[in-house]
């Protein structure tokens, strides 16, 4: 039996720091810190910085070889 692997689309690529901590069991702290050390990926729209659902998704990808 052949092993199928399934890509999650996103319908949302940013999310703010608040809601990414809320659905991973993180913190808010702990969001922060992981952005300022630059293992979560995020960007500035306006004035907030969101985490970068998009980047992440696609590095997760990348590294778990998808293909």
């Given at each position: ?11 949302t690529p940013v999310m703010t720091q608040e809601r990414f901590a809320q659905l991973t069991g993180l913190t808010e702290g702990q ?37």
């Amino acid at each position: 039996m052949d092993e199928q692997k399934q890509i999650i689309l996103l319908a949302t690529p940013v999310m703010t720091q608040e809601r990414f901590a809320q659905l991973t069991g993180l913190t808010e702290g702990q969001v922060r810190g992981m952005i300022e050390k630059g293992h979560l990926p995020s960007l500035k729209i306006g004035k907030p910085r969101m985490v970068n659902i998009a980047a992440l998704s696609q590095d997760a990808m990348d590294k778990e070889d998808w293909q």
